[in-house]
């Protein structure tokens, strides 16, 4: 089956010929190991492993990986999506650099039930590890304990919820990426003026945590900044046209407000429309996540100073680099460093034994905007 897993049974068999031959046998005389145990069929690669166990490093992961060649696939939510066409090139990077055996796996148009017959299909095969992104927990949870089953190491991204994973990478904790977009509103606000949150929904919950962690985080570092507190939190419906005319009406109702913290990636892009049309650049500011190349022009233009998203490229190569550390058979603790930037330093979450959270955020501004290729 896998090259790893091959190795591990043929050293599990010499050890329990060894233990069997601890034990005395009629006349005092050790059994002998069947022919089996004690040598591998000639020619069959399989059986020779890299050596590997212990911390190790990610690099030297990396290199047990590539000369074992153990098959790593990546299952994208959906690959005709330029944030997942920029996944597959941060897995085809990584590939390039290291020489291991991983590649993204062409999910067309993002399907659920499509998505969770490639990982059957996966399992099948024999891979050596599953790097996924899923579409829906309940129904990839159900099929991601056949992988397990089958003994094949599971990473995930955007999974958190997961039960049937080895580990769950996440690019941020909702409390340090609210913390982060407050950042770059000061900024833009010059760290003083009133400001109120805006989120999806009122039920939406990591949106809801980001502004949550904002707010404290204002309250911390930033004793110039006010929230508006006859309307701390406003709704966007994850729509950007209900984000413009959200904001009219506070800009109107308000005088005095200056700035709107978003968390939807439509909130900023919805808000800085109002900016625009009421003739407030530089007067009025929004910070909030956003897609790179959908809001270049905003950007370029001063209306919007800066964004906040993390990167799909540097997602994928850190899930991969994941999997050659558990292939590896390498231990796994805090500060857990998978090589990549944001990515070096991760914690567990709070309460969880595999879920890792890192700093993967990254600002969007006018000078790097065009970089990203999504």
Not at 60 to 76: C, F, G, M, S, T
């Amino acid at each position: 089956m896998k090259k790893k897993v091959l190795a591990g049974l043929l050293s599990a068999g010499m050890v329990l010929s060894l233990l069997a031959g601890c034990a005395a046998a009629p006349g005092g005389a050790a059994p002998a190991p069947a022919a089996a145990e004690a040598e591998a069929p000639a020619g069959d690669d399989t059986a020779e492993a890299p050596a590997t166990g212990g911390a190790g490093s990610i690099d030297d992961a990396l290199k047990a990986a590539a000369d074992a060649q153990w098959e790593i696939a990546v299952v994208p939510k959906d690959s005709t999506n330029p944030w997942f066409v920029r996944m597959k090139a941060g897995v085809d990077e990584i590939v390039e650099d290291t020489g291991v055996n991983a590649y993204q796996v062409d999910t067309g148009t993002i399907d659920a039930t499509h998505q969770a017959q490639q990982v059957e299909d996966l399992i099948a095969q024999g891979v050596d590890a599953i790097c996924v992104v899923p579409v829906d927990i309940e129904s990839m949870d159900t099929v991601l304990k056949k992988a397990k089953d089958a003994g094949i190491v599971v990473v995930t991204h955007e999974g958190a919820d997961l039960k049937n994973v080895d580990y769950d990478i996440e690019a941020f904790s909702n409390e340090g990426y609210g913390a982060f977009i407050m950042d770059n509103l000061a900024e833009a606000m010059g760290e003083e003026g009133l400001y109120t949150t805006m989120v999806a929904s009122l039920t939406n919950g990591s949106h809801n945590e980001w502004a949550d962690a904002g707010v404290a985080h204002q309250k911390e570092k930033y004793p110039n900044m006010t929230l508006l507190e006859e309307n701390p939190r406003v709704e966007s419906d994850d729509n950007g046209d209900v984000a413009y005319n959200v904001a009219k009406e506070l800009i109107k109702t308000y005088p005095d407000l200056k700035g709107i913290m978003g968390t939807s990636s439509f909130d900023a892009p919805g808000v800085a429309r109002a900016i625009e049309e009421l003739g407030l650049k530089d007067k009025f500011f929004t910070s909030g996540t956003g897609m790179p190349a959908d809001n270049a022009e905003l950007l370029k233009s001063g209306t919007v100073k800066s964004l906040t998203l993390w990167d799909p490229a540097i997602a994928g190569k850190a899930m991969v680099a994941f999997a050659a550390k558990l292939l590896a058979g390498q231990e796994i603790s805090e500060p857990l460093d998978l090589g990549q930037e944001g990515y070096d330093a991760m914690t567990l979450r709070d309460g969880s034994s595999t879920v890792f959270e890192g700093e993967g955020w990254v600002v969007i501004d006018a000078d790097n905007v065009d970089s990203f290729g999504f």
